[in-house]
């Protein structure tokens, strides 16, 4: 393994040299305040089943990454990061027996993988089944958007090996939870102040959240146009 990589692994994965920290390193993965995804209680026994990679895809910022975030802090085991859009990682994720190989060195006993916007690597599909075919011993949780989700070799290599659910924004039922055991008086009227807010804005979750969601929103449609969609179709005349 490169020592660069190394590197990288280290600084994104502090729990492999400092046990002690994983509880605090898995929970400020996420967001204050945290809306809790319906998916949660749906698929979350699911995606600790071995013997297959879980899929979490969507489009960008719906709220996968975070998902799976509050997945890992709630089961509170190791689980080694890759974010696929560093170059180390993307060089280093294109030989499955290799790669499980170097694990080797990082645990003794495999630990969870999340994969986070798989796109990126070269061969994801063939990569994943690789590892999922040589039965390791762990979850594999991958992120990814929309995209990764279209071409016919990955679903073809994938086939019978990966679970594959969809994250939307947040619904309207997921933003009015909080209105749970409140008087029906005060759940009527707020629940008229956020169907209008979702209506306006969506639910996007940096959207939702922020305190100027029209700029969030109009930088959010920029990177959908000028980076997902030009992945697919030539586009003239971004603006």
């Not at 990569?127 to 279209?150: C, E, N, W």
């Not at 100027?212 to 997902?228: K, M, Q, Y």
């Not at 697919?232 to 005349?237: A, M, S, T």
Request: hydrophobic share 40%; with cysteine.
């Amino acid at each position: 393994m490169h020592r660069d990589l190394e590197s990288l692994l280290l600084v994104e994965n502090p729990w492999i040299e400092r046990p002690e920290v994983l509880d605090s390193w898995l929970h400020e993965k996420l967001p204050d305040p945290f809306v809790e995804r319906r998916i949660l209680a749906q698929r979350s026994d699911s995606w600790q089943q071995l013997g297959r990679a879980h899929l979490l895809i969507g489009p960008r910022q719906s709220g996968k990454s975070t998902t799976l975030w509050a997945h890992l802090a709630r089961l509170d085991q190791p689980v080694l990061f890759l974010d696929c859009e560093q170059l180390l990682v993307r060089q280093w994720c294109h030989s499955a027996p290799l790669f499980l190989d170097d694990l080797r060195a990082l645990s003794e006993e495999p630990v969870a993988l999340f994969l986070e916007e798989a796109q990126h690597l070269e061969n994801a599909g063939l990569f994943i089944k690789g590892i999922v075919d040589r039965r390791y011993g762990a979850p594999i949780l991958v992120s990814g958007s929309s995209s990764f989700h279209l071409g016919d070799a990955i679903r073809e290599s994938l086939a019978g090996r990966a679970t594959r659910d969809v994250l939307l924004p947040f619904s309207l039922a997921e933003v009015t939870q909080q209105l749970k055991g409140r008087p029906e008086i005060v759940r009527r009227a707020h629940s008229r102040e956020i169907l209008d807010r979702h209506l306006r804005i969506g639910g996007y979750p940096e959207v939702w959240l922020s305190p100027n969601p029209e700029r969030v929103l109009t930088e959010l449609v920029e990177a959908i146009i000028l980076r997902d969609a030009s992945d697919l179709h030539p586009i003239g005349r971004p603006e």
